[in-house]
């Protein structure tokens, strides 16, 4: 009875691997054919995608050069700003000046005048 269950157990055994033999056979081609789809598909993808980092990359180079100019021309105008407020300053405080210069000289002017004229005047009744 032994015997009989082993050669039951065996016989089983053969039927299985001689099943799985050609399973796994197939199983093995099966995924040497995927792996060359997948690296026959990936690797134009990977060039693409690396020539796309080094246009960002590129991008982001020329974003910081532009920044780095913004900020140039930033300070430039800050300059320009402040000295324009000085010169601003400095034409007030030469518009004023000639205008106390300009009511001076005409205060002077007519107290002069109004002196030689009364004068004049008190001359011309002295005679």
């Not at 009989?4 to 691997?17: G, T």
């Not at 099943?19 to 093995?28: D, N, R």
């Not at 000289?105 to 001359?123: D, E, I, P, S, W």
């Amino acid at each position: 009875m032994d015997i009989i269950l082993l050669i039951i157990v065996s016989v089983f055994l053969l039927v299985i691997a001689g099943f799985l033999v050609p399973l796994l056979l197939e199983l093995k081609k099966t995924v040497i054919s995927l792996r060359n789809t997948t690296e026959n598909n990936l690797k134009p993808a990977l060039d693409e995608l690396q020539l796309t980092l080094k246009s960002v990359r590129g991008i982001s180079d020329n974003v910081n050069d532009i920044t780095a100019d913004v900020k140039e021309v930033s300070g430039s105008i800050t300059e320009v700003s402040a000295r324009i407020h000085a010169v601003t300053g400095f034409m007030d405080t030469l518009s004023s000046s000639a205008s106390v210069r300009a009511l001076s000289l005409k205060a002077g002017v007519t107290a002069g005048l109004t002196y030689l004229l009364t004068n004049l005047l008190r001359k011309g009744e002295r005679q």
